[in-house]
């Protein structure tokens, strides 16, 4: 997944925008990159990759986005929406078709 590839879809934050937030504000706990846009506070999907940005910054290492394509983690996280998980606000990036292949990670 790209730099400039969405993270959060409900609030339309990218990877780079978080990463130079991090880098920027040395937030002391992944909670507080919610203050980047309001990532994180829709449907709670992102959370999990925020928190691996998080650590990557501050400490270095690999997330899972440098595996996923965008179109994985978009059905990824439309499986978990579908399956009630969480719910998007209005205005966040609407979810792939159904038919689409199930994702496999
Ligand atoms: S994708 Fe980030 S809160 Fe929904």
């Not at 880098?23 to 990759?49: D, H, M, N, Y």
């Not at 440098?66 to 996280?77: G, T, V």
């Not at 929406?81 to 078709?97: D, H, N, Q, Y």
Request: aromatic share 6%; proline share 10%.
């Amino acid at each position: 997944m790209d730099l400039d590839a969405e993270v959060c879809y409900c609030f339309h934050v990218s990877r780079r925008k978080l990463i130079n937030f991090c880098r920027r504000e040395k937030p002391l706990v992944p909670s507080q990159l919610s203050e980047c846009g309001g990532a994180g506070t829709g449907c709670g999907w992102c959370i999990p990759f925020l928190k691996q940005i998080h650590r990557q910054v501050m400490q270095g290492g690999a997330t899972e986005l440098e595996k996923l394509s965008s179109e994985e983690y978009a059905r990824l996280r439309a499986a978990y929406i579908r399956s009630g998980k969480g719910r998007p606000p209005p205005g966040a990036t609407p979810l792939p078709p159904e038919d689409d292949p199930p994702a496999t990670v």
